[in-house]
């Protein structure tokens, strides 16, 4: 599986930005996926995940009510569209795919076995 994540950006406080995540390679349909962000001197940490079909999704307390995680299956790409964006937003941000048996921990990393490139999000105040 391979994962291709794209849309990070420059953008001010209390802007948007939408953030892609093409997988190819696998049977995306079926996969749990998950986007994680990870800061300078911070370990990588869940923002969402969501189900095969897109029918559950599951959120950081901290982004909940402004991100939006969503899937296309037939053109298998993740999105996550981020709104009321904070300078504490700022990260690098990776997609992620559990093509393997699900253990219920969406918000670990070690519940995924591929991962995209990273996109970086920068948030000006």
């Known amino acids: 599986v391979q994962l291709q994540a794209s849309g990070g950006g420059l953008v001010q406080a209390g802007g948007s930005l939408r953030l892609s995540c093409a997988a190819s390679g696998g049977t995306f349909s079926r996969y749990l996926m998950g986007w994680f962000r990870q800061s300078p001197g911070k370990e990588r940490e869940f923002v969402a995940a969501?189900?095969?079909?897109?029918?559950?999704?599951y959120y950081a307390d901290s982004v909940k009510g402004r991100f939006t995680i969503s899937r296309d299956n037939t053109k298998n790409t993740l999105y996550l569209q981020m709104n009321r964006l904070k300078p504490e937003d700022t990260a690098i941000y990776y997609c992620g795919s559990d093509s393997t048996w699900y253990n219920g921990n969406y918000y670990s990393t070690d519940e995924y076995d591929y991962w995209g490139q990273g996109t970086l999000v920068t948030v000006s105040s």
């Open positions: 969501i189900s095969w079909s897109g029918g559950t999704t």
